[in-house]
């Protein structure tokens, strides 16, 4: 079973990541949040029981909090710090990915628009099992482009 977050303000882009996700050959439980503030209080719920999260896919874009933010807090937190987080955004700004990288998420993905290219992102992202990979990725492999 994989645990997998989605952050992002968007009800469009959830129902259409939970679509995804559900055609895949993965067995997964999606916990969908709306805001930043939502993700942080999640995340310290349910860090333990039930387990962390496998990956987090993080929108930048979100009210109350936003993704930057989030990343922060994230990394900053001994407790969160290990949980890949995968930027999930529809900027693929040059400043914005390198902010991202800097401040410590896994990958960045900019959001595709057809059903088959956000399957392909989410099973790259699920195959590549960045939650036993403790190590940075290397930023020339940071941007998933599919």
């Known amino acids: 079973m994989r645990y997998i977050f989605l952050a ?16 895949l050959p993965v067995q997964a439980q999606l916990t969908i949040v709306n805001d ?3 993700l942080m209080k999640t995340l310290d719920e349910t860090v333990f029981e039930p387990p962390p999260p496998h ?12 993704g930057f933010e989030c990343l922060d ?8 710090k290990e949980i890949p ?3 999930f955004s529809t900027s693929d700004n040059n400043e914005t990915v390198d902010k991202t990288y800097n401040q410590g998420a896994n990958h960045y993905i900019r959001k595709p628009g057809s059903h088959a290219a956000l399957k392909k992102v989410i099973a790259t992202v ?21």
């Open 73 to 80: 807090e994230i990394r900053q937190n001994p407790r969160f």
């Open 8 to 23: 992002d303000d968007d009800a469009d882009d959830c129902t259409f990541f939970e679509e995804v996700l559900q055609d």
């Open 55 to 66: 990956v987090i896919f993080l929108d930048l874009n979100m009210p109350r909090k936003n």
């Open 126 to 146: 699920l195959d590549l099992e960045l939650w036993k990979q403790p190590t940075k990725t290397p930023r020339s492999k940071f941007l998933l482009m599919l």
């Open 85 to 87: 987080v995968v930027i």
């Open 36 to 38: 930043g503030v939502e």
